[in-house]
């Protein structure tokens, strides 16, 4: 809370040992869940596909490499001059662009007078002609089809959403139209890019040349699955110049590879062969990880003069590419791409230390006084907790939201005590269970393995009825609170979050907040 300092100083003057006990009286009483551990900081955490590739373009931009943007629409003959008599099995794997045709709309009578009863206007020949006109229009292109109803509307002079319903109900023609396929591809390799980028710079750039590009590249898989996505990140690189050998390839991918915590390399050829690599030339990197020990990382090649020629490229280029999700997969020791890529799809696995951040109170005071109320609450009920019944006790008075009240902790009811057993048991986290248990020898094991979350049955109970008696007070009031058995979570003012209950449910975890509380506090305005 705020303090005077003025008054600290003169009070530290006066008496320096007082005034610094003193300090602990300027800290706020903290709500429920401003408490450690359910209060916290806690990282933002990027996605592990976008932070590889956030360290793989540092990690190209600090060899000298620059940055690149290739072409993602690649035409059917690219891939034709890039593989040759491998186009066909390429092409095979691409996903090609379709789109629907513009329909050749005829309007007759009938037409006109189902749009004159949706609009409910008369269509002159002046408005049917111009209908026709921004039919055709729509048809040669001269504008985009989500600017056809709003066009149409202009020479109607109807509203946009009445056209809707026109398109719909009056010409089928829409809704009857089914894809056509252009010529046109998705890349399914960067190489495709790179090949066309080539032609355009070799010759206008001095050499040696260095680019790379980290990009989506799409493969139209059989199926997706622990190990394929049809759209996945190729982080990959050119190098370019008239004395590039192989070795080019070995040196970049140390370079690279090195700053991911890769140690040892070998380079082994691959048996695949591809025709747009010079033979001989396609080696695939094996690094070894302080973790993963050997694992393929990356391929690299020098291009063929073959493929470079149909571009009219007359200087030898170094490709090397990585998946960039294989990558991750690697550093982030994921089995599955998939839940990798797309963690939002597939249920998390909270912590023990999650579930405790996830676990608060329902109701508390919503002022300081309130909230040293429930304090003492607290501690007067568990002094007396085993006191013989009937019993009372005073656990606070004061102003409290403008009335002057006393509270009292009372059972009336005889041979009981003060509390039910239950009100000493806290809540712990054990295994994704959520268990409110005794300090007894039996849930030892839990007490002693288990996440405490700091939080007593009897000091939720205690929130409870310092809350609802803040709220009493501020209508001149006293209430009484009570508690008996409890059942359910909310029954000792506990809230689970949404997310740790379907954590506890999908994964068949154990919530057990139960018990016998018999708590009763009475607040009573002073004078009455």
């Known amino acids: 809370m705020r303090f005077d300092p003025e008054e600290f100083r003169r009070r530290g003057k006066e008496d320096f040992e007082g005034a610094w006990h ?83 709309v005829g309007i007759a009578r009938k037409q006109i007078e ?72 998705l890349r399914s390799h960067m190489t495709s890019g790179w090949f066309m980028s080539l032609e355009e710079c070799w010759n206008r750039m001095p050499h040696p040349i260095r680019l790379f590009s980290i990009d989506r590249c799409f493969r139209r898989e059989q199926e997706e699955g622990a ?24 040196a970049v991918a140390e370079g690279l590879l090195s700053a991911f915590g890769f140690t040892d390399f070998e380079f082994r050829p691959d048996e695949k062969r591809s025709k747009y690599y010079m033979p001989g030339t396609q080696t695939e990197v094996y690094a070894r990880h302080p973790v993963h020990d050997w694992v393929e990382v990356a391929t690299f ?64 005071p919503a002022t300081e006084t309130g909230r040293v109320l429930a304090e003492a609450i607290a501690a007067v009920a568990t002094e007396h907790a ?42 712990f986290i054990h295994e994704g269970a959520i268990l409110g248990v005794p300090d007894t020898e039996k849930f030892a094991k839990i007490r002693a ?16 009825a310092a809350a609802r008696i803040e709220e009493a007070a501020r209508c001149g009031e006293g209430t009484t609170v009570q508690v008996k058995m409890a059942k359910l979570p909310s029954d000792v003012n506990i809230r689970i979050a949404d997310h740790a209950m379907r954590f506890a449910t999908d994964n068949h975890k154990k919530i057990d907040l139960r018990g016998p509380i018999f708590m009763t506090v009475e607040s009573r305005v002073q004078g009455e």
């Not at 020098?302 to 997969?329: H, K, Q, T």
């Open 301 to 364: 090649g020098i291009y063929s003069p073959s493929a470079l020629g149909g571009y009219g490229v007359g200087i030898p280029v170094m490709n090397l590419g990585l998946g960039v999700e294989r990558l991750a997969m690697i550093i982030h020791n994921a089995d599955d791409v998939r839940k990798l890529s797309y963690a939002q799809f597939y249920p998390p696995v909270l912590s023990d230390r999650d579930l405790v951040r996830a676990i608060s109170v329902r109701e508390e």
């Open 227 to 250: 190990t394929r996505l049809m759209s996945y990140h190729s982080a990959s690189c050119i190098v370019a110049d008239p004395d590039v050998t192989i070795d080019e390839g070995m």
């Open 22 to 104: 003193a300090g602990t009286t300027v800290l706020s009483k903290p709500p429920s869940g401003r408490k450690y551990p359910r209060y916290t900081y806690t990282r933002a955490e990027p996605h592990p596909v976008f932070d590889t590739i956030q360290r793989l373009r540092q990690a190209y931009l600090s060899m000298g490499f620059s940055e690149a943007m290739n072409p993602v629409i690649v035409e059917e003959q690219e891939v034709y001059r890039q593989f040759g008599p491998e186009a066909m099995a390429v092409l095979d794997r691409v996903f090609y662009l379709g789109g629907l045709p513009r329909p050749n």
């Open 114 to 185: 189902e749009i004159e009863a949706i609009a409910g206007i008369a269509i002159t020949s002046e408005k049917e002609e111009a209908l026709r006109t921004t039919l055709h229009a729509y048809k040669k292109g001269d504008f985009d089809g989500d600017d056809l109803a709003h066009e149409m509307a202009a020479v109607l002079a109807i509203d946009d959403a009445v056209v809707v319903h026109i398109l719909d109900a009056v010409f089928p023609e829409f809704r009857e139209l089914a894809p056509e396929s252009s010529r046109s591809t």
């Open 386 to 427: 085993a006191d013989p019944s009937p019993c009372s006790f005073p656990a606070w008075s004061g102003e409290i939201a403008g009335t002057t009240v006393d509270v009292t902790v009372t059972e009336p009811e005889e041979n009981s005590k003060l509390l039910g057993p239950a009100c000493g048991n806290e809540i």
């Open 449 to 464: 393995d288990g996440t405490p979350t700091g939080i007593r049955f009897i000091d939720t109970v205690a929130l409870l």
